[in-house]
């Protein structure tokens, strides 16, 4: 896969996508969040680093709870945002920091951190091995990682969005599904993650095979896996929504020892 580098274009972007995502969207909000909470489980007093941050939405989660934030991410404007959005009690420390660099995450403190978390952000990073090598590391006994991707089974190697109107016994009904294509290469594409996004970004499709195989190099082991959906009376009218689609996962979070 390229080894593009990917900050440039998110420094143009991170102001629209800061005004879009503000403190959480639904798909954050309702999916990626809780399941993130869940498998981090992150306590009062403990210290958790927050890798490609954004906005640094999750990080003033994590903070109005008590943690300790370290919160990295590879624009500076995302990271001037995030600052902008924090307020002075919140114990947040803000660093812009290159995910892609083993170096400058080690910078932050080998064996610093109770849990690293990365936020729907590795299908973004042209390299995954340094960020999981780096980890390792950077934890201390016992740490833990949390990581969420688009679902590389449906939502991350260009799924065609389908919406058909099925005839049953019951009469006729609406069916909203993906159709999906390519899958068990790894692929590397434009995409945009927001509706009217002013430029693509570059995406990185890794099949299962493909991203695990990264983090277990990185000497983890995967014991927790979430594939979150919409609940079936999610309100939207949008048909290509997810929230149409409350059996098919846009999303997996996983969390690693």
């Known amino acids: 896969m390229s080894h593009v580098d990917t900050r440039p274009i998110w420094n143009r972007l991170a102001d629209f996508w800061d005004k879009a995502l503000g403190e959480g969207n639904d798909f954050q909000?309702?999916?990626i969040m809780p399941a993130t909470d869940r498998l981090l489980n992150a306590r009062l007093g403990e210290v958790v680093l927050d890798v490609c941050c954004g906005n640094g939405n999750y990080a003033r989660l994590l903070?109005?709870?008590g943690v300790k934030v370290v919160a990295c991410d590879g624009s500076n404007v995302f990271i001037d945002r995030a600052r902008a959005r924090t307020s002075g009690d919140m114990s947040i420390e803000y660093h812009v920091t290159d995910a892609t660099s083993e170096l400058e995450l080690l910078s932050l403190g080998v064996g610093r951190f109770?849990?690293?978390v990365i936020s729907m952000a590795v299908m973004d990073l042209p390299t995954i091995?340094?960020?999981f090598k780096a980890a390792r590391q950077l934890l201390g006994p016992g740490g833990r990682v949390v990581f969420s991707v688009s679902h590389p089974c449906f939502n991350s190697n260009r799924p065609v969005i389908t919406a058909d109107l099925v005839e049953g016994d019951d009469g006729l009904r609406q069916?909203?599904?993906?159709q999906i294509f390519d899958y068990a290469q790894p692929m590397e594409y434009l995409s945009a993650g927001i509706l009217n996004q002013p430029e693509p970004h570059p995406f990185f499709h890794r099949p299962l095979h493909v991203l695990f195989a990264s983090c277990f190099a990185a000497g983890f082991v995967v014991d927790g896996i979430e594939e979150p959906t919409f609940p079936p009376d999610f309100p939207s009218?949008?048909?290509?929504?997810?929230?149409?689609?409350?059996?098919l996962p846009p999303a997996i979070v996983v969390r690693l020892r």
């Open 63 to 65: 903070a109005a709870r």
């Open 129 to 131: 091995d340094p960020v």
């Open 175 to 178: 069916r909203f599904g993906v």
């Open 29 to 31: 909000k309702h999916l």
């Open 114 to 116: 109770d849990a690293v």
């Open 237 to 247: 009218r949008n048909p290509f929504s997810w929230a149409k689609r409350p059996n």
